[in-house]
């Protein structure tokens, strides 16, 4: 068994998911072939390592010592593999596709550069909307990509990465949580109808009780950076503010700067995830590893 190292990275994926179906999507594969390989390590070591719970999994004590001699084997073909790839120094260029949000707000320079480093190779962002990226992803023109809905497709592995609120914005102060009736009381810049954030918007407006069309929207445009744009330069009215619905992370410095001021729905948080993805075909692919790991490990 040592030598098909698959079902031990599906035994060691499950034990720290502590969930048949988060290994399930962590690894691009279906929950019946997870429990298929568990299996048949139990039948081939002849033992019980997993029992089922409620909430969630326990390992056995003949699953805890075979968990340790996985670990130690997966750090020997971690460090092998990185060897492998000094050897080859396959030079190239990694492609990394981002959302709006993500690419121009959350990645910052330096982090791109740290992460060029940590691969030994040039690392190309492209920044588009969350749909051309999946798109990318599928015709083999990007690596990995990170979006900020997870537009699902069977031949890509979802990673969530980052929590994400949208909020409130205006450029004069408002409350800083807001009654359902003082929507009404604003000027609107919405995004465009196809919008991924517009939906997420529209769905909890509607969990509301508030109408859209009854809002006042002087504009609708199609990213953060139009949004942002369109905020800062509209009038600044104490009576009747502008305001538009953003990512937290687009606004942070200029909430900081006194620029602009954030505010919340009153009983209601806008919370979504960030996601990383890539196709199942690099699930085992050095390069791609390195680099999810990086960005998993908080250091983007």
Not at 261 to 268: D, I, M, S, T
Request: glycine share 4%.
């Amino acid at each position: 068994m040592l030598k098909d190292f698959v079902k031990l990275e599906t035994f060691l994926t499950v034990a720290r998911e502590r969930s048949f179906s988060k290994a399930s999507a962590k690894l691009g594969i279906s929950q019946p072939a997870v429990t298929q390989q568990i299996k048949f390590i139990e039948k081939y070591l002849a033992a019980k390592i997993i029992e089922r719970k409620k909430n969630g999994i326990k390992l056995t004590a003949e699953g805890e010592e075979l968990y340790k001699i996985a670990t130690n084997l997966e750090k020997v073909i971690n460090a092998s593999e990185k060897d492998i790839l000094k050897i080859i120094n396959k030079e190239m260029t990694f492609r990394l596709g981002a959302s709006y949000t993500i690419g121009t707000y959350v990645i910052p320079g330096q982090c791109l550069n740290t992460m060029s480093d940590t691969i030994n190779n040039d690392v190309n962002l492209s920044i588009d909307i969350s749909d051309n990226i999946v798109a990318q992803l599928k015709d083999r023109k990007l690596d990995v990509g990170l979006i900020e809905s997870p537009v699902m497709d069977n031949s890509l592995i979802y990673r969530e990465w980052l929590e994400d609120e949208l909020v409130v914005c205006s450029n004069v102060p408002i409350p800083k949580t807001l009654k359902t009736e003082e929507l009404y009381d604003y000027r609107w810049i919405c995004r465009e109808e196809n919008s991924h954030t517009r939906g997420i918007v529209s769905e909890v407006f509607e969990e509301l009780g508030v109408s859209c069309k009854s809002l006042d929207v002087i504009s609708e445009v199609s990213n953060t950076s139009a949004v942002l744009q369109s905020l800062k330069r509209s009038k600044k009215d104490a009576a009747k503010p502008t305001v538009s619905i953003i990512s937290k992370h687009a606004i942070a410095d200029e909430v900081a700067r006194g620029e602009l001021f954030e505010a919340r729905l009153r009983g209601y948080t806008m919370k979504r995830k960030f996601y990383i993805v890539y196709s199942k075909e690099n699930k085992h692919n050095a390069y791609v590893d390195n680099v999810v790991d990086y960005i998993l490990a908080g250091s983007c």
